[in-house]
T-cell receptor, first 112, second 114 residues
Framework: SQTIHQWPATLVQPVGSPLSLECTVE??????LYWYRQAAGRGLQLLFY??????ISSEVPQNLSASRPQDRQFILSSKKLLLSDSGFYLC???????????FGSGTRLTVV | SQKIEQNSEALNIQEGKTATLTCNYT??????LQWYRQDPGRGPVFLLL???NEKEKRKERLKVTFDTTLKQSLFHITASQPADSATYLC?????????????WGLGTSLAVNP
């Protein structure tokens, strides 16, 4: 079956520290992968999407970066976190040719 | 400017009644409109999708309508149950250059009281 794994579930990090969030999918190949952020009172904001290994598109300029080292692995990173990076980070995938998105369980990041 | 709006106030209804949630948009020409359910601390879960040339879609107790003239979608849950309590998000898929992009509403919180 097709599943998506995202970890960790919660994370508290100090300002200026690095970040690495990982997302992996199973049961599918060559998915489109997405990183979203959901801040309080704001809608889901698309941060990055990837249509294949090494292919990353950035939607908004920010303190974050993404990488896709393997077909089913998508990583969100930062070298130095800011307070404004706090939020609920969601990984999602969509098989090419389909329309709906499948989301991971999310990571609640608090930068202190 | 382009925007998508959902009822900002939480909706409280009695068990067994029909819940109706609204999604309005401006300045988009969406190819699809999708509805998702999100529980606290969890990722959204896909419920239904309706295409621009469809008026209505049903799935069990759920019904979605899409009026491209009014630029509005209504999401109905009939015979509502306390387990239906969650936040419901609508999302438009629109053309963005060579790609398609999903634009999300802020969601409407639904509470079904026993």
């Amino acid at each position: 079956s097709q599943t998506i794994h995202q970890w960790p579930a919660t994370l508290v990090q100090p300002v200026g520290s690095p970040l690495s969030l990982e997302c992996t999918v199973e049961g599918t190949s060559n998915p489109n992968l997405y990183w979203y952020r959901q801040a309080a009172g704001r809608g889901l904001q698309l941060l990055f999407y990837s249509v294949g290994i090494g292919q990353i598109s950035s939607e908004v300029p920010q303190n974050l970066s993404a990488s896709r080292p393997q077909d089913r692995q998508f990583i969100l990173s930062s070298k130095k976190l800011l307070l404004s990076d706090s939020g609920f980070y969601l990984c999602a995938w969509r098989v090419s040719g389909t329309i709906s998105y499948t989301f991971g369980s999310g990571t609640r990041l608090t930068v202190v | 400017s382009q925007k998508i709006e959902q009822n900002s106030e939480a909706l409280n209804i009695q068990e067994g009644k029909t819940a109706t949630l609204t999604c309005n948009y401006t300045n988009y020409s969406p190819a699809y409109l999708q509805w998702y359910r999100q529980d606290p601390g969890r990722g959204p879960v896909f419920l239904l999708l309706i295409r621009e040339n469809e008026k209505e879609k049903r799935k069990e107790r759920l019904k979605v309508t899409f009026d491209t003239t009014l630029k509005q979608s209504l999401f109905h849950i009939t015979a509502s149950q306390p387990a239906d309590s969650a936040t419901y998000l609508c999302a438009l898929e629109v053309n963005a250059g060579n790609n398609r992009k999903l634009i999300w509403g802020l969601g409407t919180s639904l509470a079904v009281n026993p």
